[in-house]
């Protein structure tokens, strides 16, 4: 009797740890799923344009649709699950995210599937911020570094596993079991969340910032539209200059009423930090060249080298296997040296990586972009993880959340400048190379050649013989010159934000000297 007795409440006890793992493994099955999303589409866009006749603009969209809406709505949805109740808002996410992936399966028009991006994405930015909550509220604090730990791995390979996966996925079906994947990981987390996590809200939740909000979502939205439209439409139509005015306005609009409202969706005094101003531009500048090298190269290595989607997923290995061999380093290079010279080596590391892949060519072959993928790789692990610590550190512990929002949406923030502007410089070299090899065709496979590769690629097929072979190889060539060209301008904006970066960290090392300089000084009270 005593031993049966003694074992229940070792069997009890063990029960919850034994929940709180499932719990913990289930949070992470539904940020893969997110995450992945932002980035894994990128392996099917050759035969998704080929499939509904999409343009390079239309192909952006497709990519950033997801991710402005999910940039944008990121920190509105924190402050819902806070206010309103966590499990509730995660469910409701993972409903929306489920329904607008499997609703991509009836449709046939570009259109139609950027609009259903666009809800996932809305979806997605009620997922992700209650993963985080969801786990810390149900582990104790002498757990949950661990599981914090176990989160920030998934979220960092998710983009990895999420385009591995794609490229298996398309070698037996359409582009479309993509999201049929995803829409399957989503109810599998909604109902074990349902069955399995309990509720939890925050009692002194601020207001909801409703105004900051549009303001913030009309702003990204109308940049990136202008940006995407440009090299289609001509950077001087007056739609497209009415979308930079637009977003002008929207921005302006987002500063002036956090600075005034009593409860800001987004404090911007917090900027005044050198390391959060100087951090949150490091994450933007890296982010920003990840997903436009992602954006671009998958498409080359497909359309160009002729990769299966698979085995192009696998060409993207050498830049991960770098991140994740350099990251645990990065972290005693920032304590020994501080945190500002492994940043700069960082960014120099990825403008040299982003210099060796704008000189490739058609005839290229794979190991220059190993080579090149592997210093972004290195540059990104030396760049990032300081960059974090610089805005964690620069805020009070009291605003350690505000802090972990900040680095999600500039993270998401940069995915989707990064496929906005490197794919529209890419976009606008493409048509303007392109156009001397369509000069002769009739004006719909004029329009579909310059539009984009695979466009030019079908019409070749059609056309046939030598003068379809002079397209395939004009369209080829363009291809490779507008994606040199983009990554040029990468290489510059890494190099000018990265400057920018280091003063604005040298400042607020300066700062934070000269406070602990005062206060040492200062005189003790008895």
């Known amino acids: 009797m005593t031993s049966a007795k003694a074992a229940t409440p070792r069997t009890s006890a063990r029960t919850p740890h034994d929940r709180r793992l499932v719990v913990l493994a289930v949070m992470c099955v539904a940020l893969t799923a997110v995450v992945g999303m ?55 996410g993972l409903l929306v995210f489920a329904g607008a992936s499997v609703a ?20 997605a930015a009620l997922i992700m911020p209650m993963t985080l909550s969801i786990i810390t509220h149900a582990f104790p604090a002498e757990e949950r570094g661990r599981a914090v730990g176990i989160w920030s791995g998934v979220f960092g390979g998710a983009g990895l596993i999420g385009i591995l996966v794609a490229g298996a996925l398309l070698e037996p079906f359409s582009w479309r079991s993509l999201f049929v994947f995803n829409a399957v990981l989503a109810i599998l987390a909604l109902v074990t969340a349902a069955l399995l996590t309990t509720t ?65 969706m987004l404090d911007l005094r917090i900027f005044r930090f050198g390391g959060v101003s100087g951090g949150s531009l490091v994450i933007v500048v890296e982010s920003l060249v990840t997903f436009g090298v992602f954006f671009l190269l998958l498409q080359y290595l497909q359309e160009i080298l002729g990769y299966s989607a698979f085995k192009a997923g696998l060409g993207l290995l050498p830049l991960a296997i770098a991140m994740i061999i350099i990251s645990p380093t990065a972290p005693r290079l920032g304590h020994r040296y501080g945190l500002a010279p492994v940043i700069g080596l960082g960014m120099a590391l990825i403008a040299a990586g982003l210099a060796v892949l704008s000189l490739i060519d058609t005839d290229s072959g794979f190991w220059p972009v190993a080579f090149g993928g592997s210093l972004i790789g290195a540059g990104v692990a030396y760049a990032a993880t300081p960059a974090t610590d610089a805005i964690m550190a620069a805020l009070p512990t009291a605003k350690q959340g505000v802090a972990s929002a900040l680095n999600d949406v500039t993270r998401e923030l940069g995915a989707v400048l990064g496929i906005a502007i490197l794919g529209s410089i890419f976009n606008s070299g493409y048509r303007a190379d392109v156009g001397d090899g369509t000069v002769a065709l009739p ?21 046939g013989g030598e003068r379809g072979g002079r397209l395939v190889a004009t369209a080829r060539e363009a291809f490779a010159s507008g994606m040199s060209t983009a990554l ?5 904006i890494v190099v000018l934000g990265g400057l920018a970066s280091l003063v604005l960290l040298r400042r607020g090392a300066n700062h934070a000297d000269r406070n602990e300089q005062d206060h040492d000084h200062a005189p003790r009270l008895p």
């Open 104 to 123: 991509v399966v009836w449709v046939d028009g570009t259109g139609t599937v950027i609009a259903l991006r666009a809800v996932a994405g809305a979806g």
């Open 200 to 264: 939890s809200r925050d009692p002194n939740a601020a207001p909801l910032d409703v105004p900051g909000a549009a303001f913030s979502v009309v702003g990204v939205t109308a940049l990136v539209f202008a940006i995407v439209e440009g090299p289609e439409r001509g950077w001087s139509d007056a739609v497209v200059v009415a979308g930079f005015v637009v977003a002008a306005v929207g921005i302006v609009l987002f500063a002036w009423w956090e600075s005034r409202t009593t409860h800001p």
């Open 488 to 492: 040029l301008i990468g290489v510059l």
């Open 38 to 92: 932002l980035v894994s589409l990128a392996v099917a866009l050759p035969g998704l344009g080929r499939d509904l006749g999409a343009t390079e603009a239309q192909l952006q969209w497709v990519m950033n649709a997801y991710g402005i809406a999910f940039s944008g709505l990121l920190l509105p949805a924190g402050a819902v699950g806070d206010r309103y109740g966590r499990k509730g808002a995660l469910l409701l």
């Open 443 to 463: 004006g719909p496979a004029q329009d579909a050649a310059r539009d984009s590769l695979s466009g030019a690629l079908l019409v070749a097929e059609k056309i």
